[in-house]
Nanobody, 115 residues
């Protein structure tokens, strides 16, 4: 099983980034997918969730209206489009796959929002 995040980096406030998480080793289309983030000194928090068929999504209040989660089951990939980025969005971003009782995590990708 592998979840490989990409697309992280340094961006100025107000900028945009798109994260990708490529999955392999499990039946991607059967799993709910999430993006989490962890800032230095803080607990890991849920940013966004998308159900296996993309019929349901959830966003943390802090990113609602700025971030969009999507998935392509044909490509075994989940995305996080991040717009209007703020310094407080700086964190390591992780993707996660869930299908009870199984959970898989990616290794994370750093996002730094700074001028």
């Amino acid at each position: 099983v592998q979840l490989a995040e990409s697309g992280g980096g340094l961006v100025q406030p107000g900028g945009s980034l798109r994260l990708s998480c490529a999955a392999s080793g499990f039946t991607f289309s059967s799993y709910g997918m999430s993006w989490y983030r962890q800032a230095p000194g803080k607990e890991r928090e849920l940013v966004a969730y998308i159900s296996s068929t993309a019929g349901n999504t959830y966003y943390a209040d802090s990113v609602k209206g700025r971030f969009t989660i999507s998935r392509d089951n044909a490509k075994n990939t989940v995305y996080l489009q991040m717009n209007s980025l703020k310094p407080e969005d700086t964190a390591v971003y992780y993707c996660r796959a869930d299908r009870r009782p199984l959970t898989y995590w990616g290794q994370g990708t750093q996002i730094t929002v700074s001028s």
